[in-house]
């Protein structure tokens, strides 16, 4: 039989990796399970000068026995019928304590790699780049930090459990030896051919444990994408084939643990049975042999009975190693992955007096040019407007200032100075950003404006609110602030969803605010709302406003008009206006006529 030693190697690698740090504590669990495993196979070996005392006959001369006397002598305690059996408690005391304090450290090493590496995998994808980010499948992070997580700390048991029935094994073979070296011999043999017996099985297990995780993962993306989508879905009466599709993921999934399930029942169920018919031969042989000793032969009966349990139940811990190294690769993975996308953070402080500046901007995408050759200048306090087609770039440009993105030729200077070199986080503290898919928490209408700043006192929160025109809308609320607004803010209108936003926005006072289309989808009513508030940041906030309503940017300072990446028209609404050639000219006039002109 082959064994595959390239996968076996690699395996070790990932779990050195993976659990280097606890190295230690391996180390002392491999010392606890030779002393746990010496006091059990001690312990039985009591059998042999008890049965000897109890029968009137001899001890003998052999390991056994000397040992136990040089115990109990060493204490100046009598070799008694009495010490014997307290002694024979003792060790099987120690046993358990020592067992306890393993589970003990097992657990504590098994939950703290849960804390840390969940902490730490979160922590790092929050940190990763917008790019790297917006590659990721929905749910797939959820599925790396619960399940892979949950998956491979329960490694760290399993490795563990695995050294102390190995370590057990050994000291239990090796009274069991000392006893009767043929047969140990001979369990040792028939060990190993169990063993080369079911690896082709474990194989298995291990390739189906890869589908399983694979399986997992689209299942979970799945699920996720379509329960965001699930008003779409109801409106289009799609839920019977999404619901069939689904099936069809359940269906296979079901088969791949099913076929799993099957091949580890199948090591558990003809295991025990082998074993009792190998112990059951070992009876029928050496019964009649004339040096035939009935309390050692009990007492090795048992240790090797014990040495196949431990290896029964070592081998399930490897056959959960095995089906569990699929998951370690799937962190190991992201992991490697996120720390080549992390961001820079470090810089220097926000600092604006004067102006941003786009400078000859280029920017392309997957090869794609979606900007070229950009240039612009907003002054500070100033309201610009950006209008264009869709695919124009206009988001591209809102994405270049919250520096999700950087460009690819070019610079943005703010006060003539590189905005790359300004701690970004620091930047995007100074930044308001809104869009018209506004993100809310499943929590109050408070929470949701503080939106994690512990800095922001509840006066913050009602300034906010009354200058985003939503202060009588909370007053109203059966809880007011403390109103749970539900899943995305599901429990109230669209309207007073963006002005939650919008507060939340100027309650960190930004000296730059990004609306991209954030009041497309809003009724009349809701739009002159929000467009009060904005009023009210006239020359106090510089404001980039992207729009396809005409009327969202007509009292800007500046108009943008943006095509095919690059900006084709510049100036006030007004001198726009009054230049009949411009293509804003004409929209704005098709769009007032009614002829309905692209905005």
Known sequence: MYINTGKIGRAKVLLLAAFGRYRWKFLLIAAMGFLSGFSGAL???????????????????????????????????????????????????????????ARYINEAASADYEYSTRKALFEKTFDASWPFLIDQKIGYLEKVVMRDVSAVSGLVIQISNLIIFA?????????????????????????LVLFFVFYPILERIRALALKTRDAEKMLAHYINEHILGVKMIKASAAEDVVSSTAKEHFDAFKNIELRSAIYKAWIGSLFEPISFSFIAGLVLF????????????????????????????????????MANVPYVQSITDYERSVD???????????????????????????????LRSVRFKIAKGQTVGLIGPSGAGK???????????????????????????????????????????????NDTVENNIRFYDSRLSQEDIMKAAEAANILEFIKELPDGLNTVIGERGVKISGG????????????????????????????????????????????KVTVFVIAHRLSTIMNADKILILDAGTIIEEGSPQELLNDTNSNFYKTYHAHTSGVGATE
């Open 496 to 539: 007073q969803r963006q002005r939650v936003a919008l507060a939340r926005i100027l309650a960190r006072k930004p000296q730059i605010l990004i609306l991209d289309e954030a009041t497309s989808s809003l009724d009349n009513q809701s739009e002159a709302l929000i467009q009060e508030s904005l009023k009210k940041l006239k020359g």
């Open 167 to 191: 370590t057990s094994f050994l000291t239990y073979g090796f009274v069991a030896f000392k006893i009767s070296p043929p047969i140990m011999l001979l369990s040792s043999v028939f060990g």
């Open 43 to 101: 312990g039985i070996g009591v059998i042999i000068p008890l049965f000897a005392l109890l029968t009137g006959g001899i001890s003998g001369d052999n390991f056994v026995t000397r040992t136990i006397r040089s115990i109990l002598t060493t204490l100046h305690i009598p070799f008694t019928l009495q010490s014997l059996l307290i002694l024979m408690a003792a060790l099987f005391i120690v046993k358990a304590v020592i067992q306890f304090l």
């Open 340 to 370: 080549k996308n992390q961001e820079v953070a470090a810089g220097n402080t926000f600092s604006f007096n004067d102006s941003v500046e786009f400078n000859d901007v280029r920017f392309s995408y997957h090869g794609n040019e979606v």
């Open 286 to 321: 050496y019964y009649n042999k004339p040096a035939f000793d009935i309390a050692s032969f009990a007492a090795i009966l048992y240790l090797v009975q014990k040495m196949f349990s431990f290896v029964q139940t070592g081998q399930n811990s490897a056959q959960s190693i």
């Open 395 to 441: 988001t591209t440009m809102a994405d270049l200032l919250l520096r999700l993105v950087g460009p690819t030729g070019g610079s943005i200077t703010v006060d003539g100075r590189n905005i790359n070199g300004t701690d970004v986080r620091d930047w995007r503290k100074n930044i308001g950003y809104m869009t018209q898919e506004v993100f809310l928490l």
